[in-house]
């Protein structure tokens, strides 16, 4: 089976762009989460999307939004970009909300 | 969302079993444990959850206690692979949202 994917690996951005992260989540899973953890800070979450809807944001600026699309694939998109947004992004998704999340090795952003 | 505290490191000799604890005083009645552990360079890997009961599979066993104010992640027979940090996450599973803390750092050592 295979696991949750993140494309791309790696991205690098200047101040001011925006970026586009994507996620494949396993298959028959439905739940799909975004979390970002920067250097110092943890793992902190983003947003949940379940069914084509957002569930879920936490703690961040409208700047950070995302999409699910019928097939429960994901995107995460960051404007305006600023220094502080250099992160690995995390997706992850579940077979249903009560379920265990499964994460994908991560996009890792650069904010030059 | 209950608070879970870990301690930031642990050391283990391979071959070993690795007791990870983790104290979660404040869970509510409809609160699981998560345990997950993130290897360098990877994202998190799901171990091993429960909410009353002891459980094991193929990963680990969950231990825990009967209060359910703490848990202990047992990893049988630790090996070199096995270093990473071990996250202890407590969560009603409602708002889709797992809170990471600080997790511990485990060393497995030949």
């Known amino acids: 089976e295979a696991g949750v994917t993140q494309s791309p690996t790696h991205l690098i951005k200047t101040r001011g762009q925006q970026a586009t992260l994507r996620c494949s989540p396993i298959?028959?899973?439905?739940?799909v989460y975004w979390y970002q953890q920067a250097l110092g800070l943890g793992l902190q979450f983003l947003l949940w999307?379940?069914?084509?809807?957002?569930?879920n944001r936490g703690n961040f600026p409208p700047r950070f939004s995302g999409r699910q699309f019928p097939n429960y694939s994901s995107e995460l998109n960051v404007n305006a970009l600023e220094l502080e947004d250099s992160a690995l992004y995390l997706c992850?998704?579940?077979?249903?909300?009560?379920?265990?999340?499964?994460f994908g090795d991560g996009t890792r952003l650069s904010i030059l | 969302d209950a608070k879970t505290t870990q301690p930031p490191s642990m050391d283990c000799a391979e071959g070993r079993a690795a007791n990870l604890p983790c104290n979660h005083s404040t869970i509510s009645g409809n609160e699981y444990v998560y345990w997950y552990r993130q290897i360098h360079s990877q994202g998190p890997q799901y171990i091993i959850h429960?909410?009353?009961n002891n459980e094991t599979n193929e990963m680990a066993s969950l231990i825990i206690t009967e209060d359910r104010k703490s848990s202990t992640l047992i990893l049988p027979h630790a090996t070199l692979r096995d270093t990473a940090v071990y996250y202890c996450?407590?969560?009603?599973?409602?708002?889709?949202?797992?809170?990471f803390g600080q997790g511990t750092e485990l060393s497995v050592k030949p």
């Open positions: 298959s028959g899973h439905t739940s």
């Open positions: 429960g909410l009353k």
């Open positions: 996450i407590v969560t009603d599973n409602q708002g889709g949202k797992l809170i």
């Open positions: 992850a998704s579940s077979l249903d909300v009560g379920q265990p999340q499964h």
């Open positions: 999307y379940d069914e084509g809807e957002e569930r």
